[in-house]
C-alpha cells in the first residue's frame, strides 16, 4: 500500500474514506490507512513498550479494520474505532504478557540533531524517564493518560474506546496524572 495518493483522494474526509472504503475502494482505504498508520503505531509503541509488538499490532489492526470495515455503523467514527481497535489489541498484549518490558520503546520520535548535545542527552533522559514511569501505570491508566494526553482524543472519546464510563476514564487520568508527577519529580 505505498501508492502515491492523488491530490483529491488526499482531500477527502473520513467519512467519505470510510464509506468508499465499505464499498470495495481499496484506494480509499489505502488513504486512511497513509493518515492513521503513525498514530496507530505512536500508541501501540507507546502502550507497548516495544517497537516490533507495537509494528504487529498495528499491522492487526489495519488488516482488522480492512476486513471488519462492513461491520463499521457510522463512516465519521473511523478514527475513534481504530484507536478502540488498537487500544484494545493492546491491552490484550499487555494482559498476555508473563513480565514486564524491558525494551525501550519510543524511539519513534528523536530530539533535534542540531540541539546542543546536553540539551539532547537532557532530552532524552526525561523520555526514557517517562517510558518507565508509564510501564509503572496499570495498562488502563496508559491507555486513557496516552488517548488524552498524547492524541488528544476527549473524556467521551476515551470512554468509549477503553469501554467505560467518562468518570472512570477521569480518574484512571487522574490516578496516571498523580503517579507520573510523583516519578518525574526530579526532572522538574
Known amino acids: 500500500m505505498t501508492t502515491t495518493p492523488t491530490a483529491p483522494e488526499a482531500a477527502l474526509d473520513d467519512a467519505t474514506l470510510a464509506g468508499r472504503a465499505r464499498d470495495g475502494d481499496v484506494r480509499a482505504y489505502e488513504q486512511l490507512v497513509l493518515r492513521y498508520q503513525g498514530p496507530m ?8 513498550a516495544d517497537r516490533a509488538e507495537a509494528e504487529d499490532v ?13 461491520q463499521l455503523q457510522d463512516d465519521s467514527a473511523f478514527a475513534g474505532w481504530l484507536y478502540r ?3 484494545n489489541r493492546c491491552l490484550n498484549v499487555l494482559r498476555s ?11 519513534t520520535e528523536s530530539p ?9 542527552a ?3 533522559g526525561q523520555l526514557a524517564a517517562l517510558t518507565d ?33 467518562g468518570t472512570a476514564v477521569r480518574g484512571r487520568i487522574a490516578r496516571a496524572r498523580a503517579q507520573l508527577a510523583e516519578v518525574m519529580r526530579p526532572w522538574r
Do not use: K
Open 58 to 70: 498495528t499491522q492487526e489492526v489495519f488488516l482488522t479494520a480492512w476486513r471488519r470495515i462492513a
Open 133 to 165: 514511569a508509564l510501564r509503572l501505570l496499570t495498562p488502563e491508566q496508559r491507555a486513557c493518560w496516552l488517548l488524552r494526553e498524547v492524541h488528544g482524543r476527549s473524556y467521551e472519546e476515551i470512554a468509549e474506546i477503553v469501554g467505560t464510563n
Open 41 to 48: 503505531f505512536r500508541l501501540a509503541a507507546r502502550m507497548l
Open 97 to 107: 504478557r508473563r513480565v514486564a518490558a524491558d525494551v525501550d520503546p519510543d524511539t
Open 122 to 124: 537532557q532530552v532524552n
Open 85 to 87: 481497535m488498537t487500544t
Open 112 to 120: 533535534r540533531a542540531d540541539t546542543r548535545p546536553e540539551h539532547a
